[in-house]
Structure formats: structure tokens, C-alpha cells
T-cell receptor, first 119, second 112 residues
């Protein structure tokens, strides 16, 4: 299994350009997530999906759009890139595991990240 | 949204036990507490997860008091390879809105 893969690994954009980041997982996970990571700020959730054809906003959704047309893929789009979107983007996926003693729990599997620079 | 705070950095020596505490005063009833490890230029990797009391696996223990407003990750006998950033995550996929909040991370430096 490849796990979670992200394409591309690096990208440099000019302000106003658009691009799409691709996340793919081969673990048949229901849930997928897009995060951004900035120095000193940890990871912040941009958008997430709880199943094929569904998406929802996370903590910092402005300036981004997402689509989940296939269960294994989650796309993150930047329609008009801005320097404030310079960051490292991580995709993650998971499925809930029902435990006997506790409500459902989960472990997120992360991709290797995409480093995006907007000039 | 829950506010998550954890120490920015910690130093330790090989063979010592390291405890990293995370504060999450506004944790919701359905929230889980999860810890991740991250090395430079890699995605975070799952360490341990818990809901209440104590959880132990082959690499770490997680202590959660009854009020669940904090949690402590315990790494026994650290080695140089444990030098990394450790993140506390509060939330879960069944929360309304699916809110997942990461702390800012604790940079652990293990010295020989």
C-alpha cells in the first residue's frame, strides 16, 4: 500500500495564478482532510470530507475549494493564489474504528506534504 | 473552538522519561485526545490516542485526568531518534462540524 500520496511535492506560483493539489489514498478510508502548516502555528484544518461527494469547511477555508468525486481522491484548489497561502499543505485520511469500551476512535494517516510558495 | 496549549520546546537526555502536557480547557464531550510526532519534511505520524484515564501502547503512555482538561504524553527512555515535534490534537470525526484543533507543537530535543 502506498498510503496517502500528494501531488505535487513542491510548487511556486505567482499571485493570482490557480492550481490544484491532489491527494490520493489506497486504504479505502471514508474521511479525508486538508491542512496547512505554518511556522509556529501547528496544523490548521482547511476543508474535510466524510465521504464521496461530500465536503465541509474547517477552521481556515477562505481562498480554497475542494472536491471529492471519488472516494480515494480529495482535491484542494486555489482559484487565485495569494502570498498568505504560502505554506506546507498536508492531506490526511482515516476511518473510524468502533471499540467495545469507548465510542468510535480514529487515527489519521498523513501524506508527505506539498510545499507551496506564492510570490 | 477548543484552545490547545503545549510547551514550545523541551530538552532531555537519552534514557530519560519525557512528559509533555497539553492543556485543552474547552474540550467537548465527544472529543478525543490524540498525539502525533513529526520529523522535518514529513507528515505527522500517530503516536497514541485516548478519551479518558490512561492508555498505553508500545511506544508511549497517555494520561488523562477525570476532568479531561489536560493530557500528558509520556515517552519512556527517550533516544536521539525521538528528537521531533510533538502535537496534541483535540477533536474527532463525529463532532458537529468535524472540528479538529492542533496545538502549536512541542519541539523535543534529546541529547546524548
Amino acid at each position: 500500500n502506498a498510503g496517502v500520496t500528494q501531488t505535487p511535492k513542491f510548487r511556486v506560483l505567482k499571485t493570482g495564478q490557480s492550481m490544484t493539489l491532489l491527494c490520493a489514498q489506497d486504504m479505502n478510508h471514508e474521511y479525508m482532510y486538508w491542512y496547512r502548516q505554518d511556522p509556529g502555528m501547528g496544523l490548521r484544518l482547511i476543508h474535510y470530507s466524510v465521504g464521496e461527494g461530500t465536503t465541509a469547511k474547517g477552521e481556515v477555508p477562505d481562498g480554497y475549494n475542494v472536491s471529492r468525486l471519488k472516494k480515494q481522491n480529495f482535491l484542494l484548489g486555489l482559484e487565485s493564489a495569494a502570498p498568505s497561502q504560502t505554506s506546507v499543505y498536508f492531506c490526511a485520511s482515516t476511518s473510524p474504528i468502533v471499540l467495545a469500551a469507548d465510542p468510535s476512535s480514529y487515527e489519521q494517516y498523513f501524506g508527505p506534504g506539498t510545499r507551496l510558495t506564492v510570490t | 473552538l477548543a484552545k490547545i496549549t503545549q510547551p514550545i520546546s523541551m530538552d532531555s537526555y537519552e534514557g530519560q522519561e519525557v512528559n509533555i502536557t497539553c492543556s485543552h480547557n474547552n474540550i467537548a464531550t465527544n472529543d478525543y485526545i490524540t498525539w502525533y510526532q513529526q520529523f522535518p519534511s514529513q507528515g505527522p505520524r500517530f503516536i497514541i490516542q485516548g478519551y479518558k484515564t490512561k492508555v498505553t501502547n508500545e511506544v508511549a503512555s497517555l494520561f488523562i485526568p477525570a476532568d479531561r482538561k489536560s493530557s500528558t504524553l509520556s515517552l519512556p527512555r527517550v533516544s536521539l531518534s525521538d528528537t521531533a515535534v510533538y502535537y496534541c490534537l483535540v477533536g474527532g470525526p463525529y463532532n458537529q462540524g468535524g472540528k479538529l484543533i492542533f496545538g502549536q507543537g512541542t519541539e523535543l530535543s534529546v541529547k546524548p
